[in-house]
């Protein structure tokens, strides 16, 4: 069974730091991996999708990559602002019919 | 272009009533998915549809019942509320299952 973890479960950072976000998965055999940002009540939104066969993807200040093999993925966040803290999720793709596995979140907090 | 939208935006109910979520989206996808969100649990998947008319059950299914009568739309019934059942649900779509997932802004159900 598909399991996904994300560690550390909170982080606080100044502005400006440069910071990683962690998510490991159980089994390697995915499809994609996604990254998404939930702000307080509200719903995801996706930042970033890697597909199985990728290494990383950017978006912005944003950098994701994956290694299958280690079954871990890391969320690289540039020059940090206030505006980016929220939750973020992990969540990965082991079937064909959509069904995506998510972590519990890192919940950042980046301090002005 | 409203995307994924869901009403109601909150509810309460009393042990043993009924009551459907609706899910609306915009994007002509084939996929939908419904989420429930708890705190220590992450996002769990209850059911989803793979296209008009096709239902099939998630990880959590138990106490739901779901309809895609509509292409556009996705139904949840809870035929009799449990106050396990308080939590907040998630819509999201998708055009195919390797693609990202759009999601609403959630309905959150408080069952006393």
């Known amino acids: 069974k598909q399991e996904v973890t994300q560690i550390p479960a909170a982080l606080s950072v100044p502005e400006g730091e440069n910071l990683v976000l962690n998510c490991s998965f159980t089994?390697?055999?995915?499809?994609?991996l996604q990254w998404f940002r939930q702000d307080p009540g509200k719903g995801l939104t996706s930042l970033l999708l890697?597909?199985?066969?990728?290494r990383e993807q950017t978006s912005g200040r944003l950098n994701a990559s994956l290694d299958k093999s280690s079954g871990r993925s890391t969320l690289y966040i540039a020059a940090s602002q206030p505006g980016d803290s929220a939750t973020y999720l992990c969540?990965?793709?082991?079937?064909?019919?959509?069904?995506?596995?998510f972590g519990q979140g890192t919940t950042l907090q980046v301090k002005p | 272009n409203a995307g994924v939208t869901q009403t109601p935006k909150f509810r309460v109910l009393k042990t043993g009533q009924s009551m459907t979520l609706l899910c609306a989206q915009d994007?002509?996808?084939?996929?939908m998915y419904w989420y429930r969100q708890d705190p220590g649990m992450g996002l769990r998947l209850i059911h989803y549809?793979?296209?008009?008319?096709?239902?099939a059950k998630g990880e959590v299914p138990d106490g739901y019942n779901v309809s895609r009568l509509k292409k556009q739309n996705f139904l949840l019934g809870l035929e009799s509320a449990a106050p396990s059942q308080t939590s907040v649900y998630f819509c999201?779509?998708?055009?195919?299952?390797?693609?990202?997932?759009?999601f609403g802004p959630g309905t959150r159900l408080l069952v006393l």
């Open positions: 999201a779509s998708s055009y195919v299952t390797q693609e990202t997932q759009y």
């Open positions: 549809s793979v296209g008009e008319g096709t239902t």
């Open positions: 969540a990965v793709l082991s079937g064909n019919t959509g069904k995506l596995i």
């Open positions: 890697i597909q199985s066969s990728q």
């Open positions: 089994d390697s055999a995915i499809y994609n």
């Open positions: 994007m002509n996808h084939e996929y």
